[in-house]
């Protein structure tokens, strides 16, 4: 069950749909103007349950590979021929009220940065109240600071059974039931000089079902 991903990058999850990534679509119109979308993002519907342990998995293919994964466990390069401690890769996957705007959780890498500056240390995990959004980190993982409720420190570009993991606990699973919205953005910058580049992958309805057994 795959989806065609970033210039030929399968990712594999619940459903089956072939869609690009991180390539420009060029729609040819024979009677009038063409169009040209450089939206990549794949739309993919979320059921949860309240109170319950969050986890699903991605496979992200290296392009034009069936066999090995991307490789996404990688330093910055630091200008020098050597790699600094910051990863290439980030991530950040936000669970939004459709109506307010309002965010109910946000789920990150370890390390995210929405700007030019590299985050020195793992972000603070907040857990979510009735008004108040949370914030799940986790912690990091290995050299390049790699892990966290994002987590791609099994992304080493060596197996096609590599996955990229979202996972955050049970008690951060506590706003109240219903139907919302989310995406998942990249972040990925080569270099210490840089500009980062942020891309979709994920977009689609997230819904959170009422729990019954209460801790």
Not at 55 to 80: N, Y
Not at 128 to 139: D, I, M, V
Request: glycine share 8%.
């Amino acid at each position: 069950m795959a989806l065609e991903g970033l210039v030929g990058l399968p990712l594999k999850f619940l459903a089956k749909r072939k869609v690009n990534r991180n390539k420009c679509i060029f729609v040819k119109n024979n009677r009038m103007a063409q169009t040209l979308s450089t939206d990549i993002a794949a739309e993919l519907n979320i059921t949860a349950r309240r109170n319950d342990t969050f986890k699903f998995e991605l496979q992200v293919l290296k392009p034009g590979s069936s066999t090995a994964s991307l490789d996404m466990v990688l330093g910055q390069d630091d200008g020098s021929g050597g790699t600094t401690t910051d990863n290439i890769y980030q991530a950040k996957m936000s669970i939004v009220d459709p109506s307010t705007r309002d965010v109910k959780l946000n789920i990150y890498s370890a390390r995210w940065s929405g700007s030019n500056t590299e985050a020195g240390t793992d972000g603070n995990s907040d857990e979510p109240s009735a008004t108040t959004a949370g914030h799940y980190y986790g912690a990091s993982s290995g050299t390049t600071n790699v892990g966290g409720g994002i987590d791609v420190s099994n992304m080493d570009g060596e197996e096609v059974e590599d996955r990229l993991k979202i996972s955050v606990p049970h008690n951060y699973m506590v706003f109240e039931p219903g139907e919302y919205k989310y995406d998942l953005q990249i972040r990925y910058r080569a270099t210490s000089t840089s500009t980062p580049e942020y891309t979709t992958w994920l977009f689609g309805k997230f819904t959170l079902t009422s729990d019954i057994t209460q801790l």
